[in-house]
């Protein structure tokens, strides 16, 4: 069965520069949530679209901004990175119209920031 | 926020049942108890979910308490693959994101 796919896999990047990542859902998932996982730390919620739309808003800082284009992939961009950005970013989707609603999470991309 | 309470860390010999409790006492009649897992540094994988009744799938059983202020996880058979950190999440079931707690490391032991 097809899973979220997420790009890249690894990601270097220098103190201040801009990264962008990319998440694409499973097919017919409405709804894409992303979470940033410190090194040692839990997964924390950052941002959620639903339909396109941006339906919650968690720990996520105001350099970073994320959107869901019409084929329902989403893109999570990064500015003016800081060493503490360094993670590894999960996204996850799910149906809301489905019967369950659980979330079916993607590899994740690790962000590391020099 | 985390609503959950878990163990930090479980050790289960391999073949035999893992049982990983969680604490939830503050849920809320509409909301429902999810398990994930995930195995070290991958994305998290769900286990199953429930709201107040038992519910059993092909990786594993829950058990919710009456009351609905506590659920055990239950691996049948543990194996070595089962190694992994087990997180105890409670969400509406419309609601949007997960909160995860510290959730259980647990071991699996040859």
């Known amino acids: 069965a097809a899973g979220v796919i997420q790009s890249p896999r690894h990601l270097i990047k220098e103190k201040r520069e801009t990264a962008t990542l990319k998440c694409y859902p499973i097919?017919?998932?409405?709804?894409v949530y992303w979470y940033q996982q410190g090194p040692g730390q839990d997964p924390q919620f950052l941002i959620s679209f639903y339909e396109k739309m941006q339906s919650d808003k968690g720990s996520i800082p105001d350099r970073f901004s994320a959107q869901q284009f019409s084929d329902y992939h989403s893109e999570l961009n990064m500015s003016s990175l800081e060493l503490g950005d360094s993670a590894l970013y999960f996204c996850?989707?799910?149906?809301?119209?489905?019967?369950?609603?659980?979330?079916?999470f993607g590899p994740g991309t690790r962000l590391t920031v020099l | 926020d985390a609503k959950t309470t878990q163990p930090t860390s479980m050790d289960c010999a391999e073949g035999r049942a893992a049982n990983l409790p969680c604490n939830h006492s503050t849920i809320s009649g509409n909301e429902y108890v999810y398990w994930y897992r995930q195995i070290h540094s991958q994305g998290p994988q769900y286990i199953i979910h429930g709201l107040k009744n038992n519910e059993t799938n092909e990786m594993a059983s829950l058990i919710i308490t009456e009351d609905r202020k506590s659920s055990t996880l239950i691996l049948p058979h543990a194996t070595l693959r089962d190694t992994a950190v087990y997180y105890c999440?409670?969400?509406?079931?419309?609601?949007?994101?997960?909160?995860f707690g510290t959730g259980t490391s647990l071991t699996v032991i040859p």
């Open positions: 097919p017919r998932h409405d709804t």
């Open positions: 996850a989707s799910s149906n809301r119209v489905g019967s369950y609603n659980e979330q079916f």
């Open positions: 999440i409670v969400r509406e079931y419309t609601g949007n994101q997960f909160y």
